[in-house]
């Protein structure tokens, strides 16, 4: 059984002070579940001394309302510490997660965020982070004085009456046994909905990327895999619901039991008359203070498990398998060569995509990567990139594996132009410069120049102070592959990686961004990939992929265009579609 105080998860995620800091909370929170039990036992002599007079347990009426009045005090304080301690503590557990998050996130290889993960991270960071925390601070602290409380209920019972200690003991099983059954059923309920809420997260962003396509299509309003996830998380609530009544109506049922069983017990005794009618009023009393507490600690126990499902996920995520690094630089005997040696590779063991791979592309010299769609030509390129390892062979950058160089000592190598573009809610200016951190205003600019970014600058308000918007959404699709060409250029790193960097361009930019690569040829090797043929045809090499991810062949474009091959028939079939027009009879 796994614990219900997610003790073990919690306390590998605080820091060391919050560690210190949560022992401190636990041993208040406990002190205050010891006091308020003290008090409540201390109740019973308290009335028989107002009752009948004279002393109980040697003390007075006047002694025993001091002690009462002590208890509670100290009860007070304890409360108000714990809460402070509890607040302090949840506040490092949630700054803890999203730090270690952030730092696993930006270790992990792009293969790990798949849609269905990538839908419930932003959920996880705001609700579930919450929920983890409020649940650290309150429901924690319920637990542990509740149980304190009950405890020394239980105690006090066996000293006061063995019989009743031993009926209050007899319910602790029948707690722990309810306790049991919540956490198998929740276990099994979040199994079953946790994958369809992070499904409808998923689709839920995938429908408001295709309001352009959705609304082109008369269906803005409709669009079935949202709809399909929102039935079917719907109807994993609704069993999860009705799961999650069974140990409530159980742990009813623990409590009513207690009731019925000691008081009627009692009021046997008290016909009999084993008990007097002072001890039958202060049982029945105790009962029904310790059925109080026992109902609030059931209560909480079960409720502690709305933060397991987050816990879990971010658990899951901190042990996401990292792809490995050593631990200094490696020394490169060939800056800005790219090297493929009989590379495999598949984004799942059941579907390669790229098999046994090998070509060689020599510094300050621009290959171009031509083929069909799904034949690998990004793949080559994010392999290059080490966004995922290889399944066999070698990617070398710089004359070294990829795998045996740091994270930023290949990035530093490395400027990366992808189809899709991401800016930052951030001035024009800063989003170029996000290529090479501290470059001067006039390197911006001279980078947005080569890129035709400067008439984007003239066209906005504020000019380079304008701010994009987030995603870069004031901006068109091609304006936004402008600014990610200039950030490459920005760079100055001795590889560009091109993945259809001109797919987004009309005729004008597109000329801008094929005359800058062309400068690039002269300080950095220029790996591009694109469907526009006449964008490489001046490419030093042309390898050509074929659908299954093998070279069909390679070559210059002259070599190419007379082999009368695949590279020829894409040729032709470009210059058939570019000449395409639409005539109206008369």
């Known amino acids: 059984m796994r614990s219900p105080l997610l003790i073990g998860p919690i306390r590998r995620l605080l820091t060391d002070r919050g560690r210190s800091q949560n022992i401190r909370h636990m041993a208040l929170t406990t002190a205050m579940g010891v006091v308020d039990g003290l008090a409540m036992l201390a109740l019973l002599p308290t009335a028989m001394t107002m009752a009948v007079g004279g002393t109980s347990w040697g003390f007075d009426l006047t002694t025993w309302l001091f002690i009462l009045a002590g208890l509670a005090l100290i009860s007070a304080v304890l409360r108000y510490r714990s809460a402070i301690v509890g607040y302090d503590v949840a506040l490092d557990l949630i700054t803890s997660l999203h730090h270690r998050l952030g730092d696993r996130l930006a270790a992990l290889p792009l293969g790990w965020f798949r849609s269905e993960r990538t839908g419930g991270l932003s959920q996880l960071v705001t609700d579930g982070f919450m929920s983890i925390g409020q649940t650290l601070a309150h429901m924690m602290a319920t637990i542990l004085s509740n149980a304190a409380t009950m405890l020394v209920i239980v105690i006090g019972a066996w000293f006061w009456d063995p019989t009743l200690g031993l009926a209050l003991t007899a319910f602790i099983p029948v707690v722990l046994l309810v306790n049991g059954l919540a956490q198998w059923l929740k276990a099994k309920s979040t199994a079953n909905v946790v994958p369809k809420t992070r499904e409808v997260s998923h689709r839920i962003v995938e429908f408001s990327a295709c309001q352009p396509a959705l609304r082109a299509a008369g269906r803005s309003s409709e669009f079935a895999p949202l709809r399909q996830a929102t039935e079917a998380e719907d109807k994993a609530r609704l069993r999860d619901l009705w799961m999650s009544l069974v140990p409530i109506a159980l742990a009813g049922g623990v409590v009513q039991m207690v009731l019925v069983v000691m008081i009627s017990a009692t009021a046997s005794l008290a016909i009999n008359d084993t008990l007097g009618p002072l001890q039958t009023i202060a049982i029945i009393g105790l009962t029904l203070r310790y059925s109080q507490v026992l109902n609030a600690l059931m209560d909480t126990l079960i409720g502690m498990d709305m933060a397991r499902a987050p816990l879990d996920q971010a658990m899951e995520i901190l042990d996401a398998e990292v792809l490995s690094e050593p631990s200094a630089e490696a020394e490169l005997p060939s800056p800005g060569e790219i090297e493929f040696d009989n590379v495999s590779f598949g984004y799942d063991a059941e579907s390669p995509v790229i098999h046994d791979l090998s070509f060689s592309v020599p510094p300050r010299t621009m290959v171009a990567l031509v083929g069909p769609s799904g034949s690998g030509k990004t793949t080559v390129a994010r392999l290059i990139s080490r966004f995922w390892d290889v399944d066999s062979g070698v990617v070398r950058v710089g004359g070294v594996d990829v795998r045996d160089q740091t994270t930023e000592q290949l990035m530093r190598q490395i400027s990366m132009v992808f189809q899709d573009v991401y800016l930052f809610d951030d001035t024009l200016m800063e989003n170029i410069r996000v290529g090479r951190e501290g470059a001067s205003d006039d390197e911006v600019k001279q980078a947005a120049a080569l890129t035709g970014v400067t008439s984007i600058a003239e066209r906005l308000p504020d000019g380079w ?18 600014v990610s060409v200039a950030r490459a250029l920005l760079k100055k790193a001795p590889i560009v990686l091109l993945d259809e960097a001109t797919s987004a361009l009309d005729a004008e930019n597109e000329a801008n961004i094929v005359a800058s690569v ?47 091959g695949p590279y020829r028939r894409f040729w032709n079939r470009r210059e058939a579609a570019s000449g395409w027009s639409i005539t109206t009879q008369s």
């Open 465 to 482: 102070n304008a701010r994009v918007g987030e995603g870069g959404r004031s901006l068109s699709g091609g304006e936004r592959q402008r």
């Open 518 to 564: 062309d400068k690039l040829r002269d300080e950095a090797t220029v790996l591009v990939i694109a469907h526009k043929l006449d964008t490489v045809r001046e490419a030093d090499n042309i390898i050509v992929l074929s659908d299954d991810g093998h070279i069909a062949e390679h070559g210059t474009h002259t070599e190419l265009y007379a082999a009368n």
